[in-house]
């Protein structure tokens, strides 16, 4: 019910050194006690979250990765435990809990096969055996009673007995096993005066990769050296910039010998380094922020290019490639960099990862939180604004619809334990410190406006703001009281408690109604109004102390508290009584939050780190629990505008977004159903009653029917409209119904703010751009001031970028001029005019100045290669670029191949666009759709092709991704669109089954043309008692099931199979129809020409009878036989290549399981048509496929194969299914698929067995062309 559908990683956390690896195509970080695998996404060639692995309860202080096996890799912490990784299984495979020590360091010893060794301190050096049963450790003889503590060591990769220590004192240790240690040698000389020799540690050490005795040693003050293990000499000294300048981390390039890369301790910047220069060749700043920790990732073999390119080019010609291309001479003012990206981690908690060869980003997530987040708090004003308080001193605010950081508070102000967000649009947020008192941060004005400290140096464990009076402020703490007072500081009243308080609460319905939770266990409800300090009510029964206390946002006397008992109350403040106690946590509860729309919904968050929903009607029971946090779940929020998406926060420094939809769905549907209010609103005693189906009850949904009812010309539209933004997640809606509104014709001046900064609509992509670069030119004529604006330069860069990209040249030239970079400018000057290039080049005489950054853009334009630029764009994920592109060429403002000299700078030229540039914008916005469907983003996929006004794609990708309500809600606004419609509202209507709403899936139904078989369908499934199923007949405008079997019989005398089998299915003789149908197909597939199409249709139908029905049919295994081979051929023609080879496998093993199965098409020739197309697939994954080149041996029998399956009619059902939440990894139980054999990413779809399970992607598509389990077991499966 409850599944997630965002994510926030942590941050990297800076405590301990050796916390970044990476390993061919895999990096990973360490945040405080979770580790977090990125993995290349071959598709498009960009590193992806693989996983969160969090077995550690205590800091991780290292990780190491087997050189050996990039599957398998080693952890430390501070609980003196070790655990070896397998990535592949997400798992660990061994794990060493007594380590006697923390393990500051880790490396591989492959002197004898693979040990993990350790130190902790001044040694010794452990080493330990984690393969086999004994697990033994043993210890390094020559590695005992070092003088000073160890700060890190490597093993040598060629000479694999030998290891390099590096200690705290400075100095450096080399063991060969089994020869003399060289202790404590080759440490930097000081000056006796010099105060820097006391803490000057090593910190880091690397073998140079082509040396066994060469090793470069970097100490914190005496920079880097590279020394000669051998005769213990140092014979070149790395100069720094400035004596200030100190090296946090460093890292040898595998892809250039000789060449390494350090990163500054203060600053965030790149050095690069080679060994036969004593300087730095070059300087790159990246961030201001200073290193942590860089780890090499080479990238040789990586793709420049996509499709678009791939052209054979004259190398002697000159293009805009060839311009492009890094120089071929090395010296001092043009370097060549590798090919290389480089992990970047930061103290600031940023983690990156950048292209140092094209020096540039390719991520960078900066200022993530790197420890527990204890409290986090939807913006009251904007729903899409998400605030953090963490252990790490800040609060932050995330974009949730893009997952970015926007802004943060300033300084550190400590432990940071709650917060609370100011009411309205005040912008202010009040938090709570351990030591520190409560502040009062002003994000507007950008600084700390209020502090108070009435609590002194106890903690302040929670603090409210009164949302309906702005000027109150309460806190609780560790001495004991409970605070009210005034924004401007005055105390109004100090409730006096007789243990810390941790919990309180401001009750909703009443400004003077508050309630505390304390550690003495009780739950104390107070009214300010008195001048009385004693209580009005005291809850008592919790057997612990009471950490969290919540009022009812909807029911006026209902209080919920959560203690370290392990379980939540909730209380009837005008009975006096416990209503119902909430048992199931396995840990003290945490996090507590009531659903702002339904009344019974209460959520909890726990040390167990689970989160669990509960009903709290009828004495209360658990609907769902999730355990996808890897540590204790502290914070639970949700806004009233979007009281079904769920945030959380918990100690694994994790934000995670949970969607409810499964328990609005039955709403949402009835308004896509058209149903009436009282089917869609209800009032809170109502729906409190026992087994009451939800209705909604809040504040922001009878304002919503308000608004609707304003307009009743166009009440459907709107209401559909308004609550699919109300009941989905914030990732592309609300950009998808801007961009219905433009289909219909909106003015454009009624588009939001927000409108231009996601997917536009091509129409406007020129007319934004184009005014955003005069704006950003225009400021270069104003001062700005503020911390934070940017300065002059920044804008006319931006100006000039903008210039260039609506075809604009000439400008673009003459910013660039202003710049200084008048390279760029010359150029992109022919573009203009040859004579305007000649006057250029005569001005540039006084300037002597060169820059190399995005130049493949410049000279693509200039030139005139649109194909190119738009490739380019591409290559490098800036998708929203290439459709730009593609469309200013279409509006015909960037010059033609042929037309480089054209004499337009600002228009180069109109007209129509031609064939081929129409083919460029449609190939790249599918190129951009398969991106964000690829990285879980269904519905901006669809925006995708809403922008170029192609809704029947869109609505593909809506079923593709499952966002079904949302697809039919696109098409029934947006009108004439029935055939494309249909297909969700079917898939609709198969959800409705899911959930029990049979009446429902009728009526939905009943919206599609030409209904009957679907209706028939739908109500031959249905299995409820006979009087429930006549009337769901009746409903359907059906016959009875009695009438049903007459009418069977009269079809059966008319020989009208179909239909015959039809009315058989929804009479109380199934297995008649099963009968028939069988016969019709088996008779159709043993002619020699049948295709797909003759039998699909049937076997649809037959897919609908009831399972126990099917149970005791004899031909129960001939009908599953059938219905997975004809399901792997549509599978095939379908694109859904992951399910097929099962479907084959799963026919195939019917067959031979009964031996009596014959339905036309034997074992042996599933088999060969199953290794034909696996066999061409392989070599040619891509459609369409070259017949000439198929081997001689599987050609004839491909050939037939694909005459067989034919073509889609449907092509709205084309393309694999992608689930939005299944490129999110999980904390939970690793599953693995039953089909493929691969572990499942994201949510798990459990068949009926309960235990084996597939991914929810493919549970869909196997639905799609196979009604039947994968299990065999004649149960359908309905994943919808």
């Not at 409850?2 to 390993?23: D, E, R, T």
């Not at 880091?204 to 880097?224: F, H, K, M, P, R």
């Not at 074992?1163 to 061409?1176: G, K, L, M, R």
Request: proline fraction near 4%; charge should be neutral; aromatic fraction near 8%.
């Amino acid at each position: 019910m409850i599944k997630q559908v965002g994510l926030l990683p942590a941050g990297c956390q800076p405590w301990n050194n050796s916390v970044c690896a990476a390993s061919g195509d895999r990096f990973a970080y360490c945040s405080t006690l979770a580790i977090y695998v990125y993995e290349l996404d071959k598709t498009y060639n960009q590193f992806q979250l693989l996983s969160i692995l969090s077995e550690h309860k205590k800091t991780i202080t290292s990780i190491s990765w087997n050189p050996r096996n990039p599957d398998i890799f080693v952890s430390a912490s501070h609980e003196c435990k070790l655990i070896v990784w397998d990535i592949s299984k997400e798992r660990p495979v061994a794990i060493y809990e007594n380590t006697k020590g923390i393990p500051t360091c880790i490396d591989w010893c492959l002197l004898h096969g693979e040990s993990v060794s350790y130190i902790s301190g001044k040694g010794p050096l452990f080493l330990w055996s984690y393969k086999g049963t004994d697990l033994s450790v043993s210890t390094v003889k020559e590695t005992g009673g070092f003088a000073s503590e160890v700060t890190c060591f490597r093993w040598h990769h060629k000479k694999t007995e030998k290891v390099a220590f590096g200690h705290k004192d400075g100095s450096l240790t080399f063991c060969t096993l089994g020869s003399k240690s060289q202790r404590h040698v080759l440490k930097p000389v000081w000056d006796d005066d010099d105060d820097d020799s006391e803490s000057d540690s090593v910190v880091t050490l690397e073998w140079d990769l082509l040396s066994v005795d060469y090793i470069l040693v970097c100490n914190s003050q005496a920079g880097i050296r590279l020394i000669d293990s051998s005769s213990l000499s140092s014979f070149m000294t790395f100069q720094l910039p400035s004596a200030a300048t100190t090296v946090k981390t460093m890292s040898w390039v595998p892809s250039a010998p000789g060449m390494f890369l350090t990163g500054d301790a203060m600053s965030g910047i790149i050095r690069v380094w080679n060994v036969s220069k004593s300087t730095p060749v070059e300087n790159i700043r990246v961030k201001k922020t200073g290193f942590h920790a860089l780890q090499v990732i080479c990238d040789i073999n990586r793709l420049k290019f996509t499709k678009y390119s791939d052209k054979n080019t004259d190398i002697h010609q000159k293009s805009s490639t060839s311009l492009a291309q890094n120089p071929t001479s090395v010296n001092a003012s043009n370097f060549a960099l590798p090919p290389a990206r480089l992990v970047c981690t930061f103290l600031d908690g940023g983690v990156g990862l950048y292209d140092i060869g094209r020096r540039k980003w390719d991520f960078l997530r900066e200022q993530g939180h790197i420890e527990t987040i204890f409290d986090c708090k939807f913006c009251p004003h904007d729903s899409n604004i998400l605030a953090t308080g963490s252990f790490d001193g800040t609060v932050k605010l995330w974009d949730t619809s893009t997952f970015t950081c926007i802004n943060t508070s300033p300084g550190n102000e400590g432990i940071i334990y709650t917060l609370s967000w100011a009411p309205s649009d005040l912008n202010c947020i009040v938090a709570g410190t351990s030591k520190n008192g409560i502040f009062i941060w002003d994000i507007t004005k950008g600084r700390i406006v209020k502090r108070f400290t009435e609590h002194g140096r106890n903690a302040v464990f929670t603090v409210m703001w009164n949302q309906k009076d702005s000027k109150r402020i309460m806190s609780t703490g560790a001495d004991g009281y409970c605070i009210i007072r005034q924004v401007d500081g005055e105390i109004i009243q100090k409730y006096k408690h007789p243990a810390p308080v941790y919990g309180c609460d401001w009750c909703p319905h009443n400004k003077d109604m508050l309630a505390t939770g304390c550690e003495d266990k009780n739950v104390r409800v107070y009214y300010i109004a008195t001048s009385n300090d004693n209580p009005l009510k005291v809850f008592t029964g919790h057997t612990s102390k009471v950490f969290h206390v919540k009022w009812s946002p909807l029911k006026e006397n209902l209080l919920c508290s959560g203690s370290d008992d392990s379980t939540l109350r909730v209380w009837d403040y005008s009975q006096d009584a416990c209503v119902c106690t909430l048992s199931g946590h396995k840990g003290p509860v945490r996090g507590i939050l009531w659903n702002p729309e339904i009344p019974y919904l209460v959520i909890s968050g726990s040390w167990d780190a689970t989160i669990r929903m509960w009903d709290i009607r009828d004495g209360g029971r658990c609907i769902q629990a999730i355990a996808d946090h890897g540590a204790d779940v502290y914070g639970l929020t949700c806004h009233p505008a979007r009281p079904f998406l769920l945030a959380s926060c918990s100690r694994d420094s994790t934000v995670r977004m949970w969607s409810l939809a499964a328990l609005s769905q039955p709403i949402e549907i009835n308004i896509l159903a058209g149903k009436p209010w009282s089917q869609i609103l209800g009032s809170v005693e109502t729906v409190m009653e026992p087994k009451h189906e939800p209705l909604l009850t809040g504040r922001v949904s009878r304002a919503l029917k308000v608004e609707v009812e304003e307009f009743p010309k166009d009440a459907r539209n709107r209401t559909i409209k308004f609550f699919s933004k109300f009941f989905m997640a914030p990732a592309g809606t609300e950009n998808l119904w801007e961009l219905v509104s433009v289909l219909k014709g909106v003015d454009d001046t009624l588009l939001s703010s927000n409108y231009n900064k996601g997917i536009m609509h091509v129409k406007h992509l020129l007319k934004y751009h184009s005014s955003e670069a005069q704006q950003l030119e225009m400021a270069k004529l104003k001062n700005s001031g503020g911390t934070g604006a940017r300065n002059k330069e920044d804008r006319m860069k931006e100006a000039a970028e903008l210039h260039l990209k609506t075809g604009n040249i000439r400008r673009y030239c003459e910013l660039k001029v202003e710049l200084g970079e008048w390279e760029r400018a010359l150029a992109v000057a022919p573009g203009v005019s040859h004579a305007y290039w000649k006057d250029l080049a005569n001005r540039y005489s006084r300037f002597l100045m060169r820059e190399d950054k995005d130049c493949a853009a410049v000279f693509c334009t200039a030139v005139g290669d649109t194909e190119m630029l738009v490739d380019f764009y591409a290559s490098r994920g800036q998708m929203s670029d290439a459709v730009l592109t593609a469309q200013v060429a279409c509006e015909g403002l960037i010059p033609s191949n042929s037309d480089a000299h054209n004499q337009k700078g600002t228009s180069n030229g109109y007209g129509e666009p031609s064939e081929k540039q129409i083919q460029l914008l449609q190939q790249t916005v599918e190129d951009w759709a398969a991106w964000h469907l690829w990285h879980g983003s269904p519905i901006l996929a669809a925006c995708c092709f809403l922008a170029v006004d192609n809704v029947q794609k869109a609505l593909g990708k809506l079923i593709q991704g499952n966002e079904l309500e949302l697809a039919v809600a696109t098409g029934t606004v947006i009108g004439n669109l029935q055939e494309y419609t249909s297909v969700a509202i079917e898939m609709l209507s198969r959800r409705c089954e899911r959930l029990g709403k049979w009446e429902l899936a009728v009526d939905l139904l009943h919206q599609v043309p030409d209904n009957k078989t679907l209706l028939a369908r739908c109500c031959s499934r249905c299995a409820l008692s006979i009087d429930e199923i006549n009337a769901l007949h009746k409903r359907a405008h059906l016959p009875s099931v009695a009438d049903c079997f007459n009418e069977a019989e009269k079809l059966k005398r008319r020989n009208d199979t179909f239909e015959c089998v039809l009315f058989y299915l929804l009479s109380a003789s199934p297995e008649i129809g099963i009968d028939l149908g069988l016969d019709y197909v088996k008779n159709t597939l043993k002619t020699s020409d049948w295709t797909v199409d003759d039998v699909f249709f049937m076997l649809q139908q037959l897919g609908s009878v009831r399972t126990d029905a099917l149970q005791i049919h004899r031909k129960k295994g001939e009908l599953l036989a059938v219905c997975a081979y004809i399901g792997a051929l549509v599978a095939i023609r379908r694109g859904y290549y992951s399910i097929v080879q099962p479907l084959f496998q799963h026919s195939r093993q019917r067959i031979c399981n009964e031996s009596f199965i014959d339905f036309g098409v034997s074992e042996s020739a599933i088999q060969s048509q199953c290794t034909a197309w696996n066999v061409v697939h392989t070599a040619q994954p891509q459609e369409p496929v070259n017949v000439d080149i198929i081997p001689a041996e599987y050609k004839p029998v491909y050939v037939k194969l694909q005459q067989r399956i034919g073509e889609e009619p449907n092509k709205i059902l084309v393309g694999s299914d992608c689930v939005s939440n299944t490129h999110l990894p999980s904390h939970s139980d690793i599953h693995i698929s039953c089909l493929t054999g691969e572990r499942i990413q994201g949510l798990a779809y459990f068949l009926e067995d309960g235990k084996s399970a597939v991914s929810a992607n493919e549970a869909l598509m196997w639905a799609k062309v196979n009604p039947f389990s994968p299990l065999g077991t004649g149960y359908r499966i309905n994943p919808f």
